[in-house]
T-cell receptor, first 114, second 114 residues
Framework: AQKITQTQPGMFVQEKEAVTLDCTYDTSDPSYGLFWYKQPSSGEMIFLIYQGSYDQQNATEGRYSLNFQKARKSANLVISASQLGDSAMYFC???????????FGQGTRLTINP | EPEVTQTPSHQVTQMGQEVILRCVPI?????FYWYRQILGQKVEFLVSFYNNEISEKSEIFDDQFSVERPDGSNFTLKIRSTKLEDSAMYFC????????????FGPGTRLLVL
């Protein structure tokens, strides 16, 4: 069975600093995908970034990058130059080949202070 | 930019009543999903739908739930006889393909069962 663990229930960061949100996963599948979603206080789920298990390079999307360490089964999200609008819940999720469902972690609430 | 839409944004119903939550997935997407998020908890998979049939479902998705694609654009989730514990945010999502293709989420329907 797949499992996602996010050990930081809350993070507080000063504006313009970089922040790393932790995510570890557990799966026996050789092929899988890892995702990060942002959920602002308005409630919608916004896709941020994706990493495939066979991707050699870490994924990047603008200010977001994914620090993928396959041997450690971790897929941490790095947000560079944080902004006030980054304050939100952040969810790590994974899926596996042949299955459609996403398995989510508990989330990390990120607060950016001015 | 194409997006998933959901109606209504909020619904209040009495226990035992039937509710239908509606979604319009992104037009060229082939896979459709429902997830739910009980307040303060993680996002949980309910069901995936492809080629006019359920392709995967969770243990939450019991006989009280059903999904349908009544026409070429809408995708619905029906809860036949609502319970208090069905109170949650319900998200529809869609993706171009299955596996670990990125799933794009709608804004959600907040359901409150009294």
């Amino acid at each position: 069975a797949q499992k996602i663990t996010q050990t930081q229930p809350g993070m507080f960061v000063q504006e313009k600093e970089a922040v790393t949100l932790d995510c570890t996963y557990d799966t026996s599948d050789p092929s899988y995908g890892l995702f990060w979603y942002k959920q602002p206080s308005s409630g919608e789920m916004i896709f941020l970034i994706y990493q495939g298990s066979y991707d050699q390079q870490n994924a990047t999307e603008g200010r977001y990058s994914l620090n993928f360490q396959k041997a450690r089964k971790s897929a941490n999200l790095v947000i560079s130059a944080s902004q006030l609008g980054d304050s939100a819940m952040y969810f790590c999720a994974m899926s596996r080949q042949g299955a459609q469902k996403l398995v989510f972690g508990q989330g990390t609430r990120l607060t950016i202070n001015p | 930019e194409p997006e998933v839409t959901q109606t209504p944004s909020h619904q209040v119903t009495q226990m035992g009543q039937e509710v239908i939550l509606r979604c319009v997935p992104i037009s060229n997407h082939l896979y459709f999903y429902w997830y739910r998020q009980i307040l303060g908890q993680k996002v949980e998979f309910l069901v995936s739908f492809y080629n006019n049939e359920i392709s995967e479902k969770s243990e939450i998705f019991d006989d009280q739930f059903s999904v349908e694609r009544p026409d070429g654009s809408n995708f619905t989730l029906k809860i036949r006889s609502t319970k208090l514990e069905d109170s949650a945010m319900y998200f529809c999502a869609s993706s171009e393909a299955g596996g670990w293709e990125t799933q794009y989420f709608g804004p959600g329907t907040r359901l409150l069962v009294l």
